[in-house]
Nanobody
Framework: QIHLVESGGGLVQAGESLRLSCAAT????????IGWFRQAPGQERKFVAG????????YYADFARGRFAVSRDRAKSTVYLEMDSLKPEDTAVYYC??????????????????WGQGTQVTVSS
C-alpha cells in the first residue's frame, strides 16, 4: 500500500498560481505513476495530470495542458503540480493517487486504490 499526503491548496485570485505537493510513502514500482485528479462540487472526478515514477513521461488533460505542470522528486518521494493562470473553474478538491501507469492516466481513477485525502483549491474571480 502507498500512503499519499497532499498539501499546498488554498484560496487564490484568478490569474494567480499554486503549487500542490503529494508526498508518498511505500513501495512505488517502476511501472507506477502518480496522478492528480480533481473533483468540483456536483461534478465527477476528473484526471488532471500524471507522471511516470521511473521515466520522463508526463500526461495532461486538455484543460491542464499549457497551464499546469507535473513534476517529481524521487529523492523526496514527492510529486508536484504547478498550476498557473488559475481560473474560477479550477476550483475543486485536488487528489493525488498512485498505481500502474495505465490506470493513472487512462481514465478518472476508478481502478486506483491508493489516494490522498485531498486538498482544497479555491479560485476567486
Amino acid at each position: 500500500q502507498i500512503h499519499l499526503v497532499e498539501s499546498g491548496g488554498g484560496l487564490v485570485q484568478a490569474g494567480e498560481s499554486l503549487r500542490l505537493s503529494c508526498a508518498a510513502t511505500g513501495r512505488l514500482d517502476s511501472h507506477y505513476a502518480i496522478g492528480w485528479f480533481r473533483q468540483a462540487p456536483g461534478q465527477e472526478r476528473k484526471f488532471v495530470a500524471g507522471i511516470s515514477w521511473s521515466v520522463d513521461a508526463e500526461y495532461y488533460a486538455d484543460f491542464a495542458r499549457g497551464r499546469f505542470a507535473v513534476s517529481r522528486d524521487r529523492a523526496k518521494s514527492t510529486v508536484y503540480l504547478e498550476m498557473d493562470s488559475l481560473k474560477p473553474e479550477d476550483t475543486a478538491v485536488y487528489y493525488c493517487a498512485a498505481g500502474p501507469l495505465l490506470d493513472v492516466v487512462g481514465g478518472e481513477g476508478a481502478e486506483l486504490q491508493d489516494w490522498g485525502q485531498g486538498t482544497q483549491v479555491t479560485v476567486s474571480s
